[in-house]
Each structure stands twice: as C-alpha cells, then as structure tokens.
C-alpha cells in the first residue's frame, strides 16, 4: 500500500510538474527521433498506401515487438538521416517523470516521441511516467494507451495517463474516492427548523419536508458548504456552528463513495427567498412536525440524526467544531474537534501527568 | 448548484445504465445511417485523397457547420443506399441517456453514429449525454471530443464522457473530489504510543517518529482502513474506538482535496512485525519522547492532534464513535458521532420537551 503521505508528495510534484514542463527540462535535452510527416497504417487502423511509410511501420512494429536499445533507435535514426527528439518531461520525486503536452502534435509525432523516450526513462531506471493531455490533445490518447499507458484520472479539460515503465513494485497513488455533502440543521428562536421540499431527485413531489441539503465544491471547505447552500436554497444567512455527525457510504456513483456532513449552523436572517430554480418550497417548521414526518421515523439514519439534533437542542450534545491551523509547511486548513472537551495544551498535560 | 441527492441518484441511474446499454435499449430502436468503411481525411488529420471519402467528408462537414434535422440526414441516407444506425443508449432519470461502448468499433463509424445519434437525442429534448469508453476503446475518445464531449471522469480502464446537449441550466453533476486518510493514535496498558519511521516520504530518513497513517481504499469504511492500515505497518491487531478529530485540506494533489480522520484504536496484540517494504523502524514509545520531538511541537495541527489525544487519555474528552445504521433502501452504512451525548429516541425528546 502506497504510503499516504508519500502519495500527497508525489501528486504535489505531478502538479508543480505539469506546470514547468514545457518551461524547463530536467531530463537531459536530447537529439533523437521524430518523423513529422507519414502515415501509418497500423496505428491509424486504416490501409492506406503511402510510400513515406516504411519506416515508421516497421520502427513501431519493431518497437511492438521489443523496444530495443535507445542507441541502436537512434543510430537507425541517423542513418536514415532523421531528427529525432524526446518528449519534454520533468522527474517527480518518486523516480518518475511527468509530460505536459500542452500544444498541439501530430498523432504520429507523439506515438513516435513517445516510443523513443520510453526507451530512454527505461534505460534511466525511471518508475512512473505521467502524461496530461489536454483535451485539445484527445487525439494523442489512443497513442498513449497503445504505449501501455492506463488512464488515472480526468477533469472536464484533461485526461492523466500513467505507465509503471520500473520492475519496481508499483506505488501509483489512487485517484480520488470520494464525493463530500452537507446537510443542515438550522433553528431560529421559536424552535422552528429550517426545511425545503425539492424540484427534483428522489424526494420531489412527495410533500416531504427535508434539511436543506448540497455537495461541497472542488476546494471548499465543509463549513464553508453549509452556509452557501443554505444561503442559495432558502436566502437564509448562518454562521457554521459545528458537525454534529457524518456518514460514510459506498457505491453511491459509479465506484466512488460519498461522505455526508450533518451541520448545526445559527440563522442570522429569517425572511425565506426560496431557489427557484431546484427548491419547491421552504419554511420555518416545528420540530415536532417534522419528526413526524414518516420519511424521518422510517429511516434509521435520519432517526439517528434527528436524535442527535434533538440532543443539541436541549444542550446535552458535543459535535466538533472548527479551528483554522497552519501545518508545517504553513498551509492553513480547519481541523474539526470536540473543543469543549480538549482544554489544555499538550505540554500542560505531559507535565500534569509526570 | 446540482442538488445533492440529485447527483447522487443521476449518479446511480448512469452506473445502472452502463451495466444494461448492451442488453436493452430504451431508446427506440430506428433505422438509419451507419458507414462502415471509409477513411475521412478531415477527422483523421491526414489528408489521404479517396473516393469513398466523398459523401462522409461533405457529411461530417455539413455537421459540424450545422446539425439540420434527423429527418434530412435519414433522407440523404437513403438516397445514398446508405443504413443508418443509432449508438446503442439508455435513458437516465434526468431526462439523459447513457452510451456503453464495450466492442471494438471503427472510429469513423462510431463518429458518424455519434453524429446521427445526437441529432435525434436533441430532437427528443435530451439534456446530458454520457459515453462510458472502456480503454480498448482509446480510439473513439478523439472523435467524442470532436462532437462537443467533455471529460467527466477516468479509472484505470475506462473514460467517461458528457455532452450537455439542452439549453437548460446544466447540471451535470461534478466528480469525486476527495482522498480520505487515516492516521492511529494506539496506546498500550504502559501509556506508550504506538510509532513508525517510513522508508519513504517527506519524513523519511529524518528520524521522526510518527503515527501510522494511510489511504483509505476505494469502498473502504474509515474506521476498517484504520485497523488495516496499522496491522500492516506494524503487525498488531486493535479494535476502531472514535475519531477523534478530522481535517480537510485542499490542493493537495492535482485540485484534489484530502480529508485526513485521526482514530484512536485499542490494541489487542502487541509484538510488532514491521511492513518491510515501506516502515524503515516501529515500536512502543513513552508519550513524552513522541510529544518532545521539533516536528510535533513546531507543527500546530500536530500540536493539536497531540492535545486532543491527551486529552482522551485522561478521559477528558469525547470523539465520534460508530453505529452501522441502515438507510431507506436499506443500505447499511457507518454513522460517526458523539455517542455519549446522544442518549434518548428523537420520540422521547419531542415529549419531553412538550
């Protein structure tokens, strides 16, 4: 199992990587081979006749077949008196490198590039190899996949490719698991909750009145989460008060899995101006109303949090809140805790304890 | 913002649809265009003069200039002698279909039943479109992009695609955006604290003793990754008791964000067997050593972590613990929170407080 910290490293270095690429070259330039112009027709999966040919489809048939050394690709290379080149590649710290194709390139060009510099971080020791492509570069991914490379993840505007080219056991860190959402309980000074009913998903159309619900954005932080979605479904202004409780489940899309903040947050507005767009209606709700809905005595995990809201509201319940600290490297994020009950400083307590 | 629930069942409904686009189709079935050999010089990049080419090229053209109507293009399909096939779909519960493409197919005539395919999904008053691409389909991921795809997310062996083809607000739902890690605080009958030395890493070679950590793998609960994780580094078997504390982070690799769950766990074994591949050294250390060390007190989440711990050792405080609570669809999945605040049924509370 790949180490948890050591993964958080290497995807540091892939990303500041994928940045410098093609501003600097730490693995030594290289005069090697590329062929700009031809058509191949075992990689096109067409047979098209083309005298310029030749070459490339016996140098990727025999590359297919064996890569064979660097030395003896570019000495053919020389001897046909071709240029040949490497594709510009930064080393992560994991004895890998990353490419960041970020112009656009001949199919062709790439699968020959790329063959030439597989070669080459084979004969280097190198582990991983990375490749973003861009999706102005989509056509270059059958090319990578034919090199051997399997996707690791996308985003709207890029696909990662990665090859474990080392005899190495193979450390590629996951890509990510999870989805995060919020639920909110939000209460005013009549003990009145704050509830919606939605346009659309599971629950519209049923008369069910349900917390106000949402996923937390690429970067956002949990508390950050329950106050916008709050403050986009109903027009109710909050201050985040603290988790009261969270579920994990599995399989919820596709393989990932979800995690899901129940949330105390304290109103400081009560006019209501509903989302149009997704929310059908919402309003301040009695408790009890609530409760009694058979959507929230039916369902033990809605039970659940029911009772842990209900405990808060009569004072007997800790959840965790918020306290922004800085780490090591002097990056700030929140740390969720039961602050009532951790009063002293480590030292204070070592000290009390000897 | 797509609403939570939404996402979730939009979700599940795709993950259903691509096990079932092969078998059924709830798209009807129509006749219409289907090229099955032709070589497009415009698609391919290359210009390669053929007279198949003609009709396709002028085709392709047409479309992507402007789509016209299904019924043109069926008519100028049968004028030419030409079948005409739709790409087999499902219908989503969010008025989308989803796209399996599990067979080798011909990239020319996967783009040309994309192209007819999406002009009848439009007619229809579709709004997201879903290609799921397993990699032995790498070659159609060009031509996807090409008819206005985008990537959502990728695995290891497969690509999915979306195409939000309505003019209503899109709500594609965004991908997973989390990691989720563990780190064990495990503690024996003298008060000494369970710590590891890692082979590699940004603590590596350093000399720092730490607790040991990991990724919680795909489909994993929190609170099993965390007995996992301890028994392969260190050989030594515990029981989950609480989180005691979480923290998000973000960027932490790629956009990616990362939620890291400190556990405290009970050990029931205690002569350790280090992972060799991955803990250079472990063992049982009095609290003092751990807490004395620069790289603990110098690092305020640390800091922190280490007071909440102390706390719990002197019994002073109170993390989330787990129930395994079933939802509606009687999925069971773990709930963590304050177990010791929440004593009474939602039911008994409700008649207390009135």
């Known amino acids: 199992m790949m180490r948890y910290g050591a993964c958080n490293k290497l995807y540091r270095t ?41 070459f490339l489809s016996r140098r990727v048939y025999m590359s297919s077949v ?34 960041n194709i970020d112009e656009t390139m001949d199919t062709l060009v790439f699968a020959s590039m790329l063959d030439v510099s597989l070669a080459r971080w084979k004969e280097q020791g190198k582990k991983g190899v990375w490749i973003k492509l861009p ?59 704050l509830v919606v009913q939605e346009s659309n998903g599971r629950f519209s159309g049923k008369g069910i009145w349900k917390l106000p619900t949402g996923a937390v954005n690429e970067g956002e932080d949990i508390c950050t989460a329950a106050i916008r979605e709050v403050k986009e479904e109903t027009g109710i202004d909050t201050e985040f008060v603290e988790v009261l409780a969270f579920r994990q489940s599995h399989q919820t899309f596709f393989q990932k899995s979800d995690l899901f903040f129940a949330c105390l947050l304290q109103p400081y507005s009560f006019k209501i101006q509903r989302q149009a767009s997704e929310i059908a ?32 509201v009569d004072e007997k319940y800790t959840g965790f809140s918020t306290i922004l600290a800085k780490t090591s490297k002097s990056k700030k994020s929140y740390l969720y805790f039961n602050k009532k009950d951790a009063k ?11």
């Open 14 to 54: 892939c990303l500041l990587a994928t940045k410098l690429s093609h501003t600097s070259s730490q693995v030594s330039p290289h005069t090697v081979t590329t062929l700009l112009s031809s058509v191949n027709p075992e990689f096109q999966g067409h047979n098209v006749s083309n005298s310029k040919n030749s």
């Open 344 to 354: 002293s400083t480590p030292q204070e307590l070592v000290q009390t304890r000897s």
């Open 281 to 312: 209606a919402a309003q301040w709700m009695p408790i009890e109303d609530y409760v009694a809905q058979p959507f929230v005595r039916e369902n033990e995990l809605f039970d659940l949090l029911t009772k842990i809201w209900l405990s808060k």
């Open 66 to 99: 064996s890569l064979g050394s660097l030395a003896a690709k570019e000495q053919e290379g020389h001897q046909k008196g071709i240029e040949f080149q490497l594709l510009r590649a930064v080393e992560d710290q994991h004895g890998g490198v990353v490419v």
């Open 135 to 193: 999706i102005e570069n989509s056509n270059l991914v059958a090319a990578a996949v034919k090199a051997g490379f399997r996707y690791h993840h996308a985003e709207p505007d890029y696909v990662m490719l990665v090859n474990w080219i080392s005899n190495a056991p193979n450390t590629i860190p996951p890509n990510a698991s999870h989805r995060v959402g919020i639920g909110a309980f939000v209460m005013n000074s009549n003990g009145e909750l």
